[in-house]
């Protein structure tokens, strides 16, 4: 019997990505720091660390605080900017062949048309829109809360770059169908959900018979927002035809399938690379390993056999 | 490729109040210089656990852990030869250099210093290590002391809060007489964030060379996630460094203390 | 020395409680079921189940999920309706002397208002407004999302009801702080905050060659979203007046006191009640406790010390 | 008060491939019956776990469990001497009666079957056990069977899968030739779901009482939740029951099978 040539390759507006494995903003650097752990190469892509105009030194004070099943950041985009970006990281990541999606960020629509604008003339390939990132004064999070917003940032943005442009949509909304939809009318090939959920971290100490505290006010992420994804997942691929990929607690193999299963096309993995640094590689291996086993040939293949049920 | 490791527990000890020692077998680690940290994986924890190595020997890699909240108890309610995921090796390195070095610890903080002390003597650098608890029962000697002084293992002075071993009172408060009699060249300290400020600011007054070792949550490990940033000034520029790949290990004289 | 009377009660328009720990609405029956775990009439007050004008028999399918840190649920407000209700569950309510709070849900705004007329009528003495559970088909959810409609349907039940009214906030909205508003306007005695996040859990079993996939949608709860209601009670409590009973995922006495530090006067224990039966009882005992060890003679003084820093 | 116990582990024994035999001392329970259950604190896990009580003798209460996801593991994993939590007594009862009653067990649904088979013995009603399995190491043994038939325990008959031990096949096949020749008053049977639709359907058939143990994911374990109802046909109106609190045990002839 010959042996079935097995296509794990996804594909949007020409972003050509070998697996439906990625790893999300923010949790990953900018290109190979994780080659310590694992073969980054090996991943479908990379979702470079938001990167704004200008280079960003982040929010003073705690910034990361552990929950249960998950943790709560707020980093507030410290970030080395596109200049930088482009000059030491760009370089890297051509050379280690290591497929990427850039993660944008900014104040203004300006901010968004014109890093959209480099990308387009660097021929960067695909870029994510973080428009919903809850950690920053200005600007992101507002973009994606309210859909007509977001309709016309995407619609610009879309006008100054041909390549894969994907937006991150918030779960922090009353209706996750809307500001999918927005998204998708504004034209975008693809939506990325979900990115962090509001959250509050409070650490008290008692000394002395006074009260010391601590707070860190962010984003949710891990595994304890899985159901949170799932659900916004589920519904948006109601309304939606652009592909979806799921981001949201991903740890396990079970995991990505569960998203399959509710429509998504990829996936992106966070926390769990802090909490198990080759997580993403060994989701390509599990991946592949369960479709020879089970002979599926391809990835559709698999995601209707999950969906379709 | 290579930091995240398997290892086997090979012997977890009592050696003060709250703190254990727990040697694992790492047939992956090849070398763990002093200064640097290996970050646990707890099981249903979120974030790794960071330590400081305290000794490191034909793949045996030594911790002292102080009993604190879930990761800590998860680790020391292991079993002996059961196996254990961690990152290592992480983090930047104490110098190695020939100058008269007196080594600060306070608590916990005192389990870096006996790996690098080890290594500074191996060295023939001269060193003399301080350390204060908060008590006699809080002094931190390891399994096997190469030297035992009333108890007080390889420290060359100790103090405590209680005057219940060796000289009363906090570590800092016998720093001035410290370089006074040592005269060192250069300070080297890991301890609570009050007494690091003290030490450093003391060691800046003396224009001695400090290093001091920081304590912050960490996610990665490897410097990518921007959560446990400190600020340092470098020239008169402030600037982020991260403590989990920058540090743990900073120069005293750069570090801002908020 | 003269022992100091301690003094945990909390009031709320005449609705005295003797102390802030109340358990939540779901999780805690009718009336005294949970006495077989610990003594219910030591609670500040228990909240009923939601009761609707006619008994509903909930859905179909799975109704509860397992999830990290928490679970989520669909029951679908199976309850045995208000008739019944005054019939077999008040009468003993009254006989053990158990504190209660009327949680009430309804398709229309006369159904909410009907529910007040007949809470008004039968003296019960606090009613909480379901305006957001998401897992009915009408009504409900849709009551707690909009701001205006909130706001008149809490104007219409104040005209019916003199007692303790409170309105029962959802996460599930773009602006916390608008709903909030909106209650307090409407006329609400206090706001309680939060009810359970929208989630999906999903169960995928793979045999002989195939998928077997089960879902349930609903709300989650449990300790995985006490992120996510601390960031809502913080951020509610800094642009409303009235007070805020907080609930999500509180299981230890650390968990009231982080509450108690972003504003909240009274706490609602929910999940917590399945994993820890006694958890209730507990936490008025370590209240006591605490406040005894450290001399703090009424709840307030604890609350402005833990909030004050 | 009094549902919520502490307990002592007193024994963990392999008793099949995949069950464990557990003993737990609970001095604060003073009665359990046949068909009643307890549900476990496992750390980490927001639910409860339900197991049906096997035996229990004097404050000791005897569960089997099979290991399945997190919650079984972490039971199996504590040690011996070491401390548990669990509500108990839960649920209603298999109905005590002198019928000659014919017990059907597969898989770790044997498990009630066991203490319920040993109270209707020590009454004098005649019993009959069969129970089915997968193979011959799944075949649950107590692990001191009063009775011993070539390694099948306490069974009066077994069938297995796949004919390792026992007669070959699924139990449901032995159903009828078992009313043939026992000629029962009444079935009692605890097993997956498929098979007590299959026990419950047989049962009516022939007209005999019959009741069955049913599973349910649960969280409350008292009723209050609603999470665990199934729907019971009474008369011609379906309802909602608890299988936590009016069950797990029900008529066979009410449960409305989807
Ligand atoms: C580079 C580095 C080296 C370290 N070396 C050692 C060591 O050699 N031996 C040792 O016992 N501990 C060391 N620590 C601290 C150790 O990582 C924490 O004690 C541990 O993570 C606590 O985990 P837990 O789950 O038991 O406690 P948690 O439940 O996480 O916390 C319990 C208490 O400990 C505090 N805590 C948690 N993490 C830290 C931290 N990173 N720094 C300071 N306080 C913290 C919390 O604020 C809380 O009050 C080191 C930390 C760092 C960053
Ligand atoms: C009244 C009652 C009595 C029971 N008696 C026993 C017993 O005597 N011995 C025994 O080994 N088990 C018994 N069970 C089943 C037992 O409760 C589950 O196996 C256990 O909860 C699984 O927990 P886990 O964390 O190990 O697995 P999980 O990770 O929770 O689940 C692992 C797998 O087991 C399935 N599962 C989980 N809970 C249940 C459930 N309640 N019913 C059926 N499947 C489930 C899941 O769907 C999943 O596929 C009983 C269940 C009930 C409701
Ligand atoms: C430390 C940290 C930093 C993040 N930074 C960014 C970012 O810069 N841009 C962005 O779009 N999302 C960012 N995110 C959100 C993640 O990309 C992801 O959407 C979210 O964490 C949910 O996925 P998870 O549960 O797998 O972590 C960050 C998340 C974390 C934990
Ligand atoms: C099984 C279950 C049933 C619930 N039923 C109701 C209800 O009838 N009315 C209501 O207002 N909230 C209901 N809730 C929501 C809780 O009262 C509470 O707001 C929520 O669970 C968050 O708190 P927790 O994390 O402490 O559980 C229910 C929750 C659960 C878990
Ligand atoms: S822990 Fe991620 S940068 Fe230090
Ligand atoms: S588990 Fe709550 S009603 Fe059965």
């Known amino acids: 019997m010959a042996v079935k040539t097995l296509d794990l390759s996804v594909e949007i507006n020409g972003f050509e990505m070998k697996n439906p494995i990625i790893t999300a903003s923010g949790t990953y650097g900018y290109n190979n720091e994780f080659d310590v752990f694992c073969d980054v190469k090996a991943l479908g892509a990379i979702v470079t660390k938001g990167i704004t105009l200008e280079p960003r030194s982040g929010n003073e004070g705690e910034r990361i605080f552990e929950t249960t099943g998950g943790m709560i950041n707020r980093i507030g985009l410290e970030n080395i900017g596109i200049e930088a970006f482009l000059k030491e990281k760009l370089p890297v990541l051509n050379k280690c062949g290591i497929d990427f999606i850039l993660n944008i960020a900014g104040n203004t629509p300006e901010d968004y048309i014109k890093l959209a604008q480099i990308a387009q003339k660097n021929n960067i390939k695909a870029i994510e829109l973080n428009v919903s990132c809850p950690n920053v004064q200005h600007g992101c999070i507002e973009f994606g809360t309210n859909k007509q917003t977001l309709y016309e940032l995407v619609q610009m943005v879309r006008k100054n770059y041909e390549h894969c442009l994907i937006v991150k949509l918030s779960p922090n909304v009353t209706s996750a169908e809307e500001i999918a939809e927005a998204a998708q009318n504004g034209g975008a090939d693809a939506v990325s959900a979900i990115n962090t959920v509001r959250g509050m971290g409070v650490k008290l100490d008692f000394l002395n018979g006074r009260f010391k505290k601590t707070t860190v006010s962010g984003g949710l992420s891990g595994q304890c927002i899985k159901p949170v994804a799932l659900s916004f997942v589920d519904r948006i691929s109601k309304v939606i035809d652009i592909p979806i990929i799921a981001i949201g ?25 802090f909490t198990h640094p080759n ?24 995601q209707q056999a999950v969906k379709g049920v | 490729m290579g930091k995240n490791n398997q290892g086997t ?18 047939p992956t680690v090849d070398e763990i210089l002093p200064g640097q940290y290996i970050s646990i ?19 045996i890699i030594t911790v002292l852990i102080k009993k604190r909240g879930k990761g800590t108890e998860y680790i020391l309610s292991r079993k002996v030869g059961s196996s254990i995921e961690f990152s290592a090796p992480l983090g930047n390195v104490f110098s190695v250099e020939n100058k008269k070095t007196l080594l600060i610890g306070a608590g916990i903080g005192a389990a870096p210093l006996f790996y690098l002390n080890k290594k500074l003597k191996e060295l023939k650098v001269k060193t003399f290590f301080a350390a204060g608890f908060l008590s006699k029962d809080d002094i931190i000697v390891t399994p096997h002391p190469t030297l035992s002084r009333k108890g007080r293992g390889e420290y060359d002075f100790v103090s405590t809060d209680d005057g219940s071993n060796g000289n009363k009172g906090s570590i800092c408060d016998y720093l001035e007489k410290l370089i006074a009699e040592f005269k060192p060249e250069k300070i080297v300290s890991c301890a609570p964030r009050p007494v690091l400020k003290i030490v450093a600011q003391t060691a800046q007054q003396h224009g001695l060379d400090c290093e001091i070792c920081m304590e912050k949550v960490m996610a990665c490990g490897i410097g990518v996630c921007r959560g446990c940033v400190i600020q340092l000034m470098q020239g008169d520029r402030v600037i982020n460094k991260t403590v989990c790949k920058d540090g743990p290990v900073f120069n005293g004289k750069e570090v801002v203390w908020q």
Chains 1, 3 share one sequence.
């Open chain 2, 9 to 26: 527990i090979k012997d977890i000890q009592k050696i003060s109040e709250e703190v254990y020692s727990v040697k694992i077998y790492a």
């Open chain 2, 41 to 59: 994986l707890c099981e249903g924890l979120t974030f790794r656990r960071p330590f400081s190595v305290s000794d490191f020997d034909n793949h």
């Open chain 1, 279 to 302: 997580a993403a590689e060994k989701l390509v291996n599990d991946l592949k390993k369960f479709m020879i086993q089970y002979n599926f040939s391809n990835l559709s293949e698999l």
């Open chain 1, 249 to 273: 607690g991903i740890t396990s193999f079970e995991d990505v399938l569960e998203f399959f299963s509710v429509g998504a096309k990829a996936v992106q993995i966070g926390t769990a690379n």
